[in-house]
């Protein structure tokens, strides 16, 4: 099993099923999850020095400590149940209402071809997967990003990210995600994980991350204490 570890940074969103993807216009954001607010945020924020996007949508009160820890709880439950994934890493992360939270990071070389946003066979089935497990935890959001190393132009990046966001999107949106409760993104090289001097650090920034947050009602719930 893989090993889960704690991340500090932001979260997302999520649901289930499959079948064939439909296009999606490239070069934008895609979806208007609630969940999924993307943006500035302070205390939430993908990437370094207070550029990037937000994970998980700020609900504009705080939230007990008791309810933390119920839905604590449901995520730990759930991110070691995704960490059977294959080609995946699972960690535990921190939202902008800080939050537990999911981040699952698929390799783009294992989704995508080089150069490429067409998923193959070997990757819709571990999507398929990833949905599966997925299907009991609805009231949930999910923030997909996708990323590039830095070769090429920054307009080549920027679309092929999108490109890449929008092919998990799809494919999760076939197998039973609400589209209303998904976000996809392109961030293009702009957030490397690794050096992009080489080969294997340029194989680690292209990547796509989705991001699992609680939905407003699952901290309703969990405020009221009825969250199972």
Request: glycine content about 14%; charged content about 20%.
């Amino acid at each position: 099993m893989k090993k889960i570890s704690v991340f500090l940074m932001c979260a997302i969103l999520v649901l289930p099923g499959c079948g064939t993807m439909s296009k999606l216009a490239q070069g934008s954001i895609v979806g208007t999850g609630a969940g999924a607010a993307i943006g500035a945020i302070a205390g939430g924020l993908i990437g370094g020095n207070g550029k990037g996007a937000a994970i998980g949508a700020a609900i504009g009160g705080a939230v007990g400590g008791g309810a933390g820890a119920l839905i604590g709880h449901k995520m730990d439950k759930k991110a070691e149940e995704l960490a059977a994934l294959e080609n995946a890493n699972v960690e535990t992360i921190e939202d902008v209402n800080g939050l537990k939270g999911i981040k699952v990071t698929f390799n783009s070389g294992i989704l995508f071809p080089t150069n490429g946003s067409t998923l193959n066979k070997n990757s819709k089935a571990e999507l398929a997967e990833f949905a599966a497990k997925m299907q009991d935890l609805a009231d949930t959001d999910i923030t997909i990003y996708g990323h590039t190393d830095n070769t090429g132009t920054a307009e080549v990046n920027e679309k092929l990210s999108n490109k890449r966001a929008a092919s998990v999107f799809n494919y999760l949106k076939s197998c039973g995600f609400a589209e209303e409760r998904m976000t996809a993104q392109g961030m293009s090289y702009n957030m490397p994980v690794a050096t992009n001097d080489t080969p294997e650090g340029r194989a680690q920034n292209r990547r796509v991350e989705i991001y699992i947050t609680a939905n407003e009602e699952m901290i309703e719930a969990a405020k009221n204490g009825t969250l199972q």
